[in-house]
């Protein structure tokens, strides 16, 4: 990861145009699943606001790269009939991505698709619930995991003035199931990919 952040940088020395820009928006899950002969939970993570900073450099008319950060205010949660229980968090995604537009730099409407890869920190910040709702089943508990994070999207971009860019996009970051954070009792089944489907709206600054 290093070293392509180390590559994008090194490039962007050379770039043609450089770009600053904050977003905020809302983020959404599709959760995991954990299995036991007691019964299944819904195990994933709450929808909740999110907000980033993106850093982009743009090496042709038509692509360009950008490092992002997005925060998530999302809690970790257990789901079944008649029981629902998180525990205080969020997580923080940082990505390396490219960029392919449709029109070139000076069009005023630009569409974009955009793919990448990084790491995603699901956090803990608060205490584990007391008693554990469904122990038998799964726990909650106040372990940060670190995890490879896979981003794909797109959006569109709109040039409000010649150094002012305002933004829409549509990303979803896929992780495995964070396993030692929502531990599985033993002998059961955690399955499922996590998706964080995130719809943003920023302004970017140009230079």
Do not use: C
């Not at 699943?33 to 450099?57: E, P």
């Not at 490092?67 to 629902?84: R, T």
């Not at 933004?167 to 964080?196: H, M, S």
Request: charged fraction near 15%; aromatic fraction near 14%; hydrophobic fraction near 40%.
């Amino acid at each position: 990861m290093r070293y392509l952040i180390g590559i994008l940088f090194s490039v962007a020395v050379f770039g043609q145009q450089h770009e600053i820009g904050a977003d905020i928006g809302y983020g959404f899950y599709r959760n995991g699943t954990i299995y036991s002969s007691a019964g299944s939970v819904q195990a994933g993570i709450r929808n909740r606001f999110a907000a980033g900073i993106d850093l982009g450099f743009e090496f042709s008319n038509y692509v360009s790269g950008q490092l992002s950060y997005l925060f998530h205010d999302g809690h970790p949660v257990l789901q079944a009939a008649g029981i629902k229980s998180d525990i205080q968090g969020q997580s923080h995604a940082l990505t390396l991505e490219l960029l392919v537009h449709f029109e070139p730099r000076d069009h005023r409407f630009r569409p974009f698709v955009a793919g990448g890869t990084g790491a995603k920190d699901y956090v803990i910040a608060g205490p584990e619930p007391v008693p554990q709702p469904i122990p038998q089943i799964a726990s909650l508990t106040t372990n940060d995991v670190w995890k490879v994070v896979f981003s794909a999207g797109g959006g569109l971009t709109f040039l409000l003035h010649p150094h002012v860019l305002l933004r829409t996009e549509f990303r979803d970051y896929l992780t495995t199931f964070p396993r030692q954070q929502i531990v599985p009792a033993p002998n059961n089944t955690a399955r499922g990919i996590f998706e964080q489907f995130t719809l943003l709206f920023g302004v970017s600054y140009t230079f």
